[in-house]
């Protein structure tokens, strides 16, 4: 990472299953923070991923723990960067084991978080530590060209011949009514 970061925070969480949605909550408020509300979906999505496989590697899944089975608790770090026209998810565990991309089966039961940070991530990657190694992934900011240059959104100019949308209140109702019913 060569750019200045504009913007660096992180957070230290126990490697067990509520590290996931503790991430998601940081990463959630950071964005927001940040002004940056457009990547939270695939923000959070990419850091459950990452913390997932960080307390499956090195922490305890369970979702009902033991005191006796915590003496050895290990520490996740999240930590989000954010740079020009991107922001970075760092995940730092203890286990030296790196992460390998696997192309799942309809059948297998596993092997798609990374496909799914492949998927959103314009990149990412892993490196080594001296404790252990940090996975992270980059998401930008706008999208992008295929040259993967950021295009800035604009508004379309106003176009007095269309009207706004007339919405149909009676329609509106009958719909909320029949999701209140479900
Ligand atoms: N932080 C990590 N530390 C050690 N190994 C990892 C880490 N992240 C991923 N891996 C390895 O990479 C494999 C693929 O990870 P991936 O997230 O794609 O699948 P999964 O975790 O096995 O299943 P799923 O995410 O679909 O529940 C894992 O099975 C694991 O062997
Ligand atoms: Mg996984």
């Known amino acids: 990472m060569n750019q200045r970061p504009r913007f660096v925070d992180h957070i230290d969480l126990a490697a067990l299953r509520t590290a996931v949605n503790c991430s998601r909550l940081f990463t959630k408020y950071l964005l927001n923070r940040w002004g940056a509300p457009s990547l939270i979906d695939d923000a959070t999505l990419i850091v459950s991923e990452l913390v997932t496989n960080a307390?499956?590697?090195t922490?305890?899944?369970d979702e009902h723990p033991k005191w006796s089975e915590l003496h050895d608790l290990k520490l996740?770090?999240?930590r989000l960067v954010g740079l020009e026209a991107s922001v970075v998810f760092e995940v730092w565990d203890t286990s030296e084991d790196e992460p390998v991309l696997t192309e799942a089966g309809d059948d297998d039961e596993g092997g798609r978080g990374l496909f799914l940070v492949e998927e959103l991530a314009s990149r990412w990657g892993s490196y080594a530590q001296p404790r252990?190694?940090?996975v992270w992934a980059?998401?930008?900011v706008y999208a992008r060209t295929p040259g993967g240059l950021p295009i800035r959104q604009r508004?379309?100019?106003a176009d007095p011949s269309v009207q706004p949308t007339q919405h149909?209140?009676?329609l509106l109702r009958?719909?909320?009514d029949g999701l209140q019913d479900l």
């Open 168 to 170: 149909d209140l009676g």
């Open 138 to 140: 980059e998401l930008p």
């Open 132 to 134: 252990g190694k940090v």
């Open 155 to 157: 508004k379309a100019p």
């Open 59 to 61: 922490g305890n899944m």
């Open 174 to 176: 009958r719909v909320r």
């Open 76 to 78: 996740i770090k999240v």
């Open 55 to 57: 307390v499956k590697a």
